[in-house]
T-cell receptor, first 113, second 113 residues
């Protein structure tokens, strides 16, 4: 029972363009969503988060959009840079279980020069 | 500010043995969570410790246990190792109650032979 799904295992984007990573969830109890970036041999690095009371959150080149009715969130990276090449994980937390993050399977983003 | 540290970084054990992994959280962070990452199952929550007490637990057998000390450092133990326990074990710390963001260490790569 995969409660958080990232249906695209990989994504390739040209440098300077927009990267859009998608994530779907099934559990209506999730009230907080996070995106992490992971390089090989390192732990995940926190990027950006969004509460379920919002539909958008921006931090520099990163924007996360949340569509609660569709149970869908997306991460936009603009403009994409070579250093953005990594595996991106979507994670969710439910009410009452704040520290128990449920992760998607990840999307490998490759930025091409 | 120092990040989350985990020791050892790499470990090779034999089936049937036990292992103890250590995690030191970011200074000021009192919550420590443990995750297991495998190619097949992805990132899965093991348990969370706060104020020396286990607060949340994932779906793992009782062979997986942990503890937290008064200085917030945490250890996790796996007894009677199985081949399937080979994984990257990640520790994450957070302030708990202030935000849901967790900050991860580099992980311990455990190989069971």
């Amino acid at each position: 029972d995969q409660q958080v799904k990232q249906n695209s295992p990989s994504l390739s984007v040209q440098e300077g363009r927009i990267s859009i990573l998608n994530c779907d969830y099934t559990n209506s109890m999730f009230d907080y969503f996070l995106w992490y970036k992971k390089y090989p041999a390192e732990g995940p690095t926190f990027l950006i988060s969004i509460s379920s009371i919002k539909d958008k959150n921006e931090d520099g080149r990163f924007t996360v959009f949340l569509n609660k009715s569709a149970k869908h969130l997306s991460l936009h990276i603009v403009p994409s840079q070579p250093g953005d090449s990594a595996v991106y994980f979507c994670a969710a937390s439910a009410v009452g279980g704040a520290q128990k993050l449920v992760f998607g399977q990840g999307t490998r983003l490759t930025i091409n020069p | 500010k120092a990040g989350v540290t985990q020791t050892p970084r790499y470990l090779i054990k034999t089936r049937g043995q036990q292992v103890t992994l250590s995690c030191s959280p970011i200074s000021g962070h009192r919550s420590v969570s443990w995750y297991q990452q495998t190619p097949g199952q992805g990132l899965q929550f093991l348990f969370e410790y706060f104020s020396e007490t286990q607060r949340n637990k994932g779906n793992f057998p009782g062979r997986f246990s942990g503890r937290q000390f008064s200085n917030s450092r945490s250890e996790m133990n796996v007894s009677t190792l199985e081949l399937g326990d080979s994984a990257l074990y990640l520790c994450a710390s957070s302030r708990r109650g202030e935000s849901y963001e967790q900050y991860f260490g580099p992980g311990t790569r455990l190989t069971v032979t």
